[in-house]
């Protein structure tokens, strides 16, 4: 079910995150979605907290008071659900929304419209546009140090405007450097093993985030390939003799633009071929073609099969919607 970003109704939003949810972490599959407050426990055993939505008008015709009491909010930890995993059911439900992400001192921001990222922050300062831009050689310490100066005496400015109408940044490589920014605090993201997360369902105000498209799906295919850790991969995938075969693109996906090895390694799935001999003879090195393998599963491009003792191969229930 998809959700619109402007004014959906907590109706919907409760719907779109019902018993249809993928993977069942989103919500507890029971004839009872919401259940008592603090009690859902989803099959994956991470526990949820489940609130209404409250809509207040605002500026923007439209908002949601950002974690007021009756807010509707996910609660989970990376260390028992992958980012991919929540990535792509957020995605496929269009659902609308702010996911904070915090490991010991450093808390991160991912901003969804429709299921699309369209920006990313981090507390971290060296993430920050200025330390960014200087750490990236795009401007100097003195030109940080005067446009930071200018920041301050005019709150309420974006730093980027500042740096634009000093002379140090041109406009267009601004949205350029934005989009690099987001997709460091996004791949980062993907080697965190564990951190706890909040996602606060609903529209949010639009000109607080300097907007940058991120399609899900893509951010999906690249952030798996910026995996550090292949042995975490390989587990997910359940092993070198693991068989997948292929699914068909579902309709959220229509739009997705594979690129070459990525189609390549796509159609080299036949549900014949192990997943080492998949990734030994697959279009790029092994570790690459392992990481597309996992990001292929969590978007539902591929299902993973099972070998029986008699070594009769047998296709895993699919207990999706």
Request: glycine share 10%; hydrophobic share 40%.
């Amino acid at each position: 079910m998809q959700i619109a970003a402007k004014n959906p109704s907590p109706r919907d939003l409760l719907e779109c995150v019902g018993s249809e949810a993928h993977g069942a972490w989103w919500s507890p599959r029971t004839s009872n979605p919401l259940g008592r407050l603090g009690e859902g426990r989803s099959e994956g055993s991470i526990p949820l907290r489940f609130r209404h939505l409250h809509f207040r008008e605002g500026l923007t015709g439209h908002r949601v008071d950002v974690m007021g009491d009756n807010d509707f909010i996910y609660r989970g930890n990376l260390s028992r659900t992958v980012l991919a995993e929540m990535l792509a059911t957020i995605h496929r439900h269009g659902v609308p929304g702010v996911m904070e992400f915090t490991r010991a001192e450093e808390t991160r921001k991912l901003y969804f419209i429709d299921g699309d990222i369209i920006f990313a922050t981090s507390s971290d300062r060296g993430m920050s546009l200025g330390d960014y831009l200087v750490g990236k050689g795009r401007i100097t310490e003195a030109q940080h140090q005067v446009s930071s100066e200018e920041l301050a005496r005019a709150p309420g400015r974006r730093h980027g405007s500042i740096l634009i109408q000093m002379g140090f940044l041109r406009k267009e490589e601004l949205g350029a450097v934005v989009r690099e920014q987001v997709q460091d605090i996004l791949w980062g993201l993907f080697n965190w093993d564990e951190g706890e997360v909040v996602f606060n369902v609903g529209v949010f105000r639009e000109d607080e985030v300097y907007k940058i498209k991120v399609p899900t799906p893509r951010a999906i295919l690249s952030g798996c390939k910026h995996i550090a850790d292949a042995k975490m991969v390989m587990g997910k995938l359940g092993g070198r003799s693991t068989v997948f075969s292929s699914r068909p693109r579902p309709d959220h996906l229509e739009k997705l633009h594979l690129e070459t090895s990525e189609m390549a390694m796509l159609e080299a799935v036949d549900g014949q071929m192990t997943l080492f001999d998949l990734c030994e003879k697959g279009p790029l090195n092994p570790g690459v073609n392992a990481r597309m393998m996992y990001a292929f599963m969590f978007l539902q491009l591929v299902k993973r099969e099972e070998v029986s003792s008699s070594g009769i191969r047998i296709q895993v229930k699919n207990t999706d919607p």
